[in-house]
């Protein structure tokens, strides 16, 4: 009976322990893209973003900027549509497209032909994660 009652508290010990460890990772921003300045909700911030550009598409040190700062606009008019209240879904997604579509634009001009090939790429992958195979965009 003891011997249960042992085995019985190590593997509790065991749950709370990873319990409090998973909560801990969550915390400081692990699988969430949370943690500082995170995007919550699995989005990643504006630096992980242009840092992921960065090694997708070769941005220059001269783009970097142009890209982050590209994004951090778009970043901030998608948080105020956010905050918006009770707005249905499919709403703020119909006010999501114009903002997307002058992302789109400002990174033409500032994207070389083939970056900006690779860039509609990963944009139409991504819409396909998230919104379950979203519209294909025509180029602009």
């Known amino acids: ?13 065991g749950l709370v322990a990873c319990s409090i460890m998973a909560n801990a990772q969550e915390a ?3 699988k969430r893209g949370g943690g500082k300045g995170g ?4 989005r ?5 973003q242009v840092e992921q550009m960065t090694t997708a598409l070769s941005l220059t040190d001269a783009q970097k900027p142009k890209v982050k ?9 998608m948080q105020e549509l956010m905050s918006g209240g009770d707005v249905p879904r499919d709403q ?7 903002i997307r579509d002058e992302q789109t634009k400002k990174m033409k001009e500032i ?3 083939d970056q900006f090939g690779k860039y509609q790429k990963m ?11 979203g519209k294909k965009k025509t180029e602009q």
């Open 69 to 77: 700062a590209v994004l951090e606009e778009t970043n901030k008019k």
């Open 92 to 98: 703020i997604r119909e006010k999501m497209q114009p």
């Open 123 to 133: 944009e139409e992958e991504r819409r396909s994660r998230f919104s379950g195979g």
């Open 28 to 30: 400081k921003g692990g």
């Open 39 to 42: 995007g919550g909700g699995g």
């Open 111 to 113: 994207l070389t032909a």
């Open 1 to 13: 009976m003891k011997t249960f009652s042992l085995v019985a508290a190590l593997a509790l010990g």
């Open 44 to 48: 990643p911030t504006v630096d992980q």
